[in-house]
Each structure stands twice: as structure tokens, then as C-alpha cells.
């Protein structure tokens, strides 16, 4: 049977090269900022732009990527940590934005002037070149927040952060996928002890919140199978999470599978990995 390999480019300065399958770089995860490339060596994606224009540049460029090569900008939805910098980036390189029509309208003022902004609708399929992206419904306090599946080379890859819930229609999306992008955002210990004033601890526990790290294992034990072969764990808290507590309380979700458990940061850029299709050994 076949399955998925995911290897970690090794190039000393993380520099991507060109191959099938699809590249995944998560440039940022957090409150402060958000942001995931996506490729499939022709077309290049941004899947949210919640640093500065300038920093999503320069981190880019850590990994050898040029914005200028950017096929679009994809929005989640409106929060100034998803949006920060779509509006400079798409007028900088002449990058078409897609959103859905109340995300497009709820982030007008902070993005601005969109020369090409395009609209998808939860639950209906559209393409940027020869990726097929699939956009679903999510439980978050946003104008039309969604999740994305995206799909090529062969290849599948599921994004779900700012979730309060992770519902049947969110599980029914991200089923099959080879490598995932899972919010895990608070101990739910931390939040409750912490320093966040009470109205705040309640949106986050919410159902338009976020997911905790107890979700998270949940949502990745009904979504483990063979050809899992990654899950990055996202949009951790930096006052109510740790790495260490959420991969504790992750990894017993994979059992002895193969898959391999990363977590995404807030200051500096991922890895790239390539997610390719492989002939059984």
C-alpha cells in the first residue's frame, strides 16, 4: 500500500527547493500574528497575513521564498492577526485576496484598497491555479470565519485554527488529510489561573473561542489514520500554553503511529516540509 512521506527540508538555512507534492511553511501561529505558506511548485500561496507586509518578507526570505512568486492571498477571516498585512502585501505584488463576502466586508476598513478581491462560499470548492481549496465553517467570534482543506500534487492538507468547537462539519472536512495544522491553544489550568480578566477567560473556553489542548487530542484522535503523517500543532497561547504541556497532552491521541507531532511559533518561521506520495517499501 502506498503512503505519505514527509521529510524536513535540510538545507542549512532551510532554503526550499522546487519537488512534487505540496510545501507547507508556517511563517507565524498566534495572537500576534498569523500566517502559512502553501505551494505546490506552481502555484504559491498565502493563507492569511496577520504580520507587517514587511515581516512576512522577511520571513519568507529566511526560507529562500519570494513573495513576488505569490499566486494569492487567502483569508480566514477578519481578525487584525490574520489581516494585519494582506492589504500591503496584495497591492505591493498585484496579488488577487479571496475571502467570503462578510469576511471581505467585516476587514474593508483595515485591508483597504483590494484591486482583484475574489469571494468563496463555505462548503463550495474553488481553485487558485492547480490546488483545489475547500473552505468549511468554523465556530469562532468572526464575521464568516472558515477552516480550509487545501489539495494537490495528489496530496491533501487541513487547516483549522480559531475554533471554539471543532463540530461534525469541521471532523467531516479534515478526515484524509496527510498532514495537519490543528489549533492547540490553551491549557485550560493555565487560562483559568491566569491573569486574563474573567470575560476574556470565558470567550476564549467558548464555543466561539478556542480549542484547548484536550480538544485538540480529541479532534486528532477521530482524525488519526495510516496516512497521517504530520500534525503541527497551532495559534498556541502564549500566557495560557506551553509547548511542552500541549504536545504532553496531544501525543496520546497518535498511539504508535508514524506520524510526526510539531509545534508552530509566534517569532520566528517553521520549517518547510514537502507532504509527497510514496510506493510501499
Known amino acids: 500500500m502506498g503512503g505519505f512521506k514527509i521529510p524536513i527540508i535540510t538545507h ?3 532554503i526550499a527547493t522546487e519537488g512534487a507534492g505540496l510545501q507547507v511553511c508556517v511563517l507565524a ?18 493563507v492569511d497575513a496577520g504580520l507587517s507586509g514587511v515581516e512576512i518578507q522577511r520571513r519568507m526570505a529566511e526560507r529562500g521564498l519570494d513573495p513576488a512568486e505569490l499566486t494569492a ?3 480566514t477571516h477578519e481578525h487584525d492577526d490574520h489581516i494585519r498585512g494582506a492589504g500591503v502585501l496584495c497591492r505591493r505584488f498585484g496579488l488577487p485576496v479571496y475571502t467570503s463576502r462578510a469576511t471581505g466586508a467585516a476587514a474593508a476598513g483595515r485591508v483597504k484598497t483590494v484591486a482583484d478581491h475574489r469571494y468563496f462560499e463555505a462548503g463550495a470548492a474553488f481553485t487558485v491555479g492547480a490546488l ?3 473552505p468549511f465553517s468554523t465556530s469562532h467570534d468572526a464575521a464568516d470565519p472558515a477552516g480550509l482543506v487545501i489539495s494537490g500534487a495528489g496530496e491533501k ?5 480559531d475554533l471554539g468547537v471543532a463540530t461534525a462539519v469541521v471532523r467531516t472536512h479534515l478526515k484524509g488529510c496527510g498532514l495537519l495544522i490543528l489549533e492547540a491553544n490553551h491549557d485550560p489550568e493555565m487560562l483559568m489561573s491566569g491573569p486574563y ?6 470567550r476564549v473556553r467558548g464555543r466561539a473561542g478556542h480549542l484547548s489542548n484536550e480538544d485538540c487530542r480529541d479532534l486528532i484522535g477521530e482524525l488519526t489514520h495510516d496516512g497521517l503523517r504530520h500534525v503541527i500543532l497551532a495559534h498556541l497561547s502564549e ?3 506551553t509547548p511542552e504541556k500541549a504536545v504532553r497532552a496531544v501525543t496520546p491521541a497518535l498511539g504508535e503511529g508514524r506520524t510526526i507531532l510539531s509545534v508552530a511559533e509566534q517569532h520566528r518561521c517553521g520549517r518547510i516540509y514537502r507532504v ?3 510506493a510501499a517499501e
Open 29 to 46: 501561529s498566534g495572537s500576534s500574528g498569523n500566517a502559512i505558506y502553501v505551494s505546490d511548485g506552481e502555484s504559491r500561496l498565502l
Open 73 to 75: 492571498i487567502v483569508v
Open 12 to 14: 542549512e538555512k532551510g
Open 239 to 241: 500566557q495560557n500554553n
Open 157 to 161: 492538507l487541513g487547516i483549522a485554527t
Open 276 to 278: 509527497t506520495r510514496q
Open 197 to 202: 480578566p474573567w470575560p476574556l477567560k470565558q
Open 132 to 134: 483545489s481549496l475547500r
